[in-house]
């Protein structure tokens, strides 16, 4: 069986190659456009980068010299949810056109852009996980739900259920540290609480918010591979009977 085993990994692997390698061969259609360059340039340097900086620069902040360094890594934290928030509003800005077409047809527009591309590639590969034995396919579901559900776990160790309170924990403590900051500020210039508490839950939340969309896409992965796979059984099945 270890070889079944092997060629039902190998389809896997197949699959997983054949979309990446649509979704550069996509990607790279629209890397000439200037709304991709906006887009990418603001994901990067408006989002990702600030909050980068902000924690390491953050520690500096311990040393009384560099206490301003503190203000720096809120500014930039709060530069980060700024952009997290209107980057969806950007998004329809520059990509309009498009949103025209999904509201003149919405359902068939997503379809469109969302589903052909996995379809045309899990037919493709449909019948070579038909060809393997009832065993190995009910094996490779156990092990690909297995390992779903360690995934779940292991994000939800980490960052809680953060999908179901999004980034709001993070922007109340930027709210927090800002309300202070502002009192700070008006008063004779000394920092008169601590909040390194605050700065730290608004910076954890916002990294933990892209570890968590990166564990979600990973287990809608392995939820089409299992929805595939039970596919392959039942197609295989049907031919039996």
């Known amino acids: 069986m270890t070889q079944e085993i092997d060629q039902y990994l190998q389809i896997v692997a197949d699959i997983e190659q054949a979309y990446k390698t649509a979704v550069k061969e996509n990607r790279e259609q629209h890397q000439s456009s200037k709304a991709y360059k906006i887009d990418t ?14 924690v390491l620069i953050a520690p500096f902040s311990l040393i009384a010299s560099l206490s301003w360094t503190a203000y720096v890594s809120w500014g930039l934290i709060g530069v980060s ?3 997290l928030l209107i980057y969806p509003l950007l998004g329809m800005w520059l990509y309009r056109d498009s949103i025209r077409k999904v509201l003149t047809a ?4 997503l379809m469109q852009a969302n589903v052909k591309t996995i379809m045309q590639i899990d037919a493709q590969y449909l ?6 034995p009832c065993d190995t396919l009910k ?8 390992e779903r559900s360690a995934l779940e776990k292991r994000t939800h160790l980490v960052t809680g ?3 179901k309170i999004g980034i709001f924990p993070g922007l109340l403590a930027l709210a927090v540290g800002l309300t202070a900051l502002s009192k700070t500020l008006s008063s004779a210039g000394i920092m ?14 916002i990294i933990f918010y892209f ?11 392995y939820e089409r591979m299992v929805a595939l796979t039970e596919l392959a059984i039942e197609r295989k099945n049907s031919q039996s009977s």
């Open 41 to 54: 340039r603001v994901f990067w340097f408006g989002m990702i980068a600030p909050s980068i900086v902000a």
């Open 81 to 83: 949810y700024l952009v």
């Open 106 to 109: 919405p359902f068939a527009s």
């Open 127 to 132: 019948p070579k996980l038909v060809s393997l």
């Open 139 to 146: 094996l490779g579901i156990v092990e690909l739900k297995n």
């Open 161 to 163: 259920a953060i999908e």
């Open 192 to 205: 008169t609480a601590r909040l390194d508490w605050v700065f730290a839950l608004a910076g954890a939340n």
């Open 211 to 221: 570890m968590c969309a990166y564990s979600q896409i990973m287990m809608s992965r």
